[in-house]
Structure formats: C-alpha cells, structure tokens
C-alpha cells in the first residue's frame, strides 16, 4: 500500500485546509485510517483516525471540535477537513493505515503499517 498526502499549504489563523490522502491496494476500504502530525524538535502527534466504513471517527484532544476526519472507499481516499485553524497546528501532516482493522489502537503510531511522505502546514498568526 502507497498512500499519497496533498492539500497542504499556508493558512492564517482562523482558516481552513482540506487534506487528502490517496491510497493504493485493493484492501483500502478494510483498514483503519489516520492523520498524525510533528512538530519541529516534537514527537509525531495523534490527529485523527477513521475506521473501515467511516461510521466511527477518533480524534486528539488538541482538534476535538475544529477538525474532522472522513473518507470515501470508492476513491481510495481519506481527508482531513481542518477548520479554525491556529499557529500550534503547524507541521508535518502525516496519513497512516492499519490494516487490522483493529480501532483499539488508533491513537498508537505504532500501530499502523503503513505511512505517506508527509504534507506540511503553516499557520501564520
């Protein structure tokens, strides 16, 4: 599985961006689904985590509220809608897939199998 992650950009406070994550492989629509993020000189965080039909969502305490993780299977994509965004949401977005299905570890980076390159986002103030 390669997975693929764009919408990354410059935002000011307050604004939004829209991730996608492109996944290839034919079991895409089986795996738990992720976004984490790092920081500079920071340990890769926890964003959000989707399971195999989009009917249950997780997310880090730090975006309750402001983002929202969804997906469509029939495009082997997953996105990451971020809403009133802030300077301390600036990094490195990561996507990630795990493909046991298993969501009692969405929150674990270990966890997941596989991982994209990494978009960057920049919240000015």
């Known amino acids: 599985v390669q997975l693929q992650a764009s919408g990354g950009g410059l935002v000011q406070a307050g604004g939004s961006l829209r991730l996608s994550c492109a996944a290839s492989g034919r079991t895409f629509s089986s795996y738990v689904m992720g976004w984490f993020r790092q920081a500079p000189d920071k340990e890769r965080e926890f964003v959000a985590a989707?399971?195999?039909?989009?009917?249950?969502?997780y997310y880090g305490d730090s975006v309750k509220g402001r983002f929202t993780i969804s997906r469509d299977n029939a495009k082997n994509t997953v996105y990451l809608q971020m809403n009133s965004l802030k300077p301390e949401d600036t990094a490195v977005y990561y996507c990630?897939?795990?493909?046991?299905?298993?969501?009692?570890?969405?929150?674990?980076?270990?966890?997941?199998?596989?991982w994209g390159q990494g978009t960057q986002v920049t919240v000015s103030s």
């Open positions: 989707i399971n195999w039909s989009g009917g249950s969502t």
């Open positions: 990630a897939a795990d493909r046991s299905s298993d969501t009692n570890y969405v929150s674990v980076r270990v966890a997941y199998d596989y």
